[in-house]
C-alpha cells in the first residue's frame, strides 16, 4: 500500500471502526491556556474514566502478556493495510486504527513483526512516517507523528507503534508553532527551545527534504534522530536520580521539526488532589488530556510549564554546548535563535 492510500482510506476507516463498534471514540472539549506565549490545548475528556485501564490491576497485566493487539491477525474493522521496508520491500509495517479514539482519524503504524516499545526508531520507521506526513501534505491535512519510547513516555503497549494526529491547524501543534519562529544560523545543528522549562531537543530538517530522493532523506531523518538521541541521553546522564533501566523519552515528528524530550516519570502527582496525571508526547507537543473538570483546575492552578518539567529533565544545555555559538529564544516575539548544541 501507498502512504497516499492510507491518508485516503483513515476518514472511511474511522467511519468503519465506529459503525462496527470496534473503534471507539470518546467526545471530548478543548480548553486554552497561554503560558510562556506557548497557547496549550488541554483536552477534557470525561468519558474516559471509562475506558478500560489495563495498567490497574494485576489481571489485566497478565492478559496484557497474553494478547498483543498489534500483532497479526488484526480485527479487520481496525485494520488498513501494510507499508513495506524500504530496502526489502516486505511488508514491514501494519497500519491500524486507534481502537480508543479522542480524536477522529487516529491511527497507529505498528511493526509487522514484534518489537519492544524500549527501542529507538529506526531509519524505515522514520522514513515510512514521513511518507505519510508528506502525503498528508499532499492532502491538504495536516498530521504530526509521536513515539512514546520506554517505560516513563506515557506508552500503554509494549509492541513498537508510532501514531499519527490530524489536527485542524495547519502551523501543527501548539510547541510547532514556537519552534517555526526561532530563526537558526546553522539550522543543519540539533538546538534548543530556550523558554520551555524542560530539556528538549530538536531538530529542523532541511526545507528540500520532501523533495529528496527516499534514500537522501532516510538518511537525514536518522541522522537527526542519532544526533538527538545521544543530546537526550547525555541528558539523562547528567542526572544522578535517573531510574535505572533503558531511556524514556518523546518524539514528534513533523515535516519540519524533529523533537526529542527524555523523560523521568510516566505520571505528574497533581499538587491539589495528589491525582496522577499521565503524560505522553502529546502533552509536550502542547496538547494535554485531562478526564474531569477536578483535573482541569489543578492543570490550570498548578501550570503546564510546572508539570513537563516535573516528568521531564531540567536542560543542560549549557554544560553540553561544547565551543559553539550560543543563540537567545526570545519568549513571545522574533526569535533570534535557539541554542544549538
Ligand atoms: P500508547 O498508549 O502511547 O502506547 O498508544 C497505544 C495506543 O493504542 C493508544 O492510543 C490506544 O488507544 C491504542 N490501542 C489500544 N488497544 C488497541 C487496539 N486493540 N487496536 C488499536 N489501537 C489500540
Known sequence: MQPSEVIDIVPSAYEKGLASGDLLFFPSSVHHVEENGIKYEIRLCPALQKKPQPKDSSQADSE???????????????????????????????????????????????TKEYQSQ???????????????????????????????????????????????????????????????????????????????????????FPS????????????TLAQAFLSLLDLAISTIRHDPNYPAGKPSYNVILTLEHLHVIPRSKEYHSLESNGDQLPVNSLGYAGMLLVKSETELEAVKGEGI?????????????????????????????????????
Request: negative net charge; charged residues 20%; hydrophobic residues 35%.
Open 64 to 110: 496484557k502478556k497474553t494478547y498483543d493487539p498489534f500483532s497479526p491477525p488484526y480485527n479487520p474493522n481496525l485494520f488498513i493495510g501494510y507499508l513495506p521496508n524500504q530496502d526489502r520491500g516486505d511488508e514491514a509495517y501494519a497500519i491500524l486504527m486507534n481502537k480508543y479514539s479522542v480524536v477522529p482519524n487516529h491511527f497507529l503504524m505498528v
Open 118 to 204: 524500549t527501542s529507538p526508531l529506526t531509519p524505515d520507521d522514520l522514513l515510512n512516517s514521513y511518507k505519510l506526513l508528506i502525503a498528508a501534505r499532499k492532502a491538504r491535512k495536516n498530521v504530526f507523528a509521536f513515539y512514546n519510547c520506554g517505560d516513563l513516555s506515557g506508552a500503554s503497549q509494549p509492541h513498537k507503534h508510532l501514531q499519527f494526529i490530524q489536527i485542524e491547524d495547519e502551523h501543527g501543534p501548539p510547541i510547532e508553532k514556537i519552534t517555526r519562529g526561532i530563526n537558526l544560523e546553522t539550522p543543519d545543528r540539533p538546538f534548543t527551545v530556550n523558554r520551555l522549562s524542560y530539556a528538549n531537543h530538536v531538530f529542523r
Open 208 to 219: 528540500t527534504l520532501s523533495s529528496l530522493s527516499e534514500n537522501e532523506q532516510e538518511a
Open 305 to 341: 510549564s510546572k508539570i513537563l518539567r516535573s516528568v521531564g529533565l531540567g536542560s543542560v544545555h549549557e554544560q553540553q554546548v561544547m565551543g559553539d555559538t550560543v543563540d537567545v529564544d526570545v519568549p513571545g516575539g522574533i526569535q533570534v535563535g535557539g541554542s544549538r548544541i
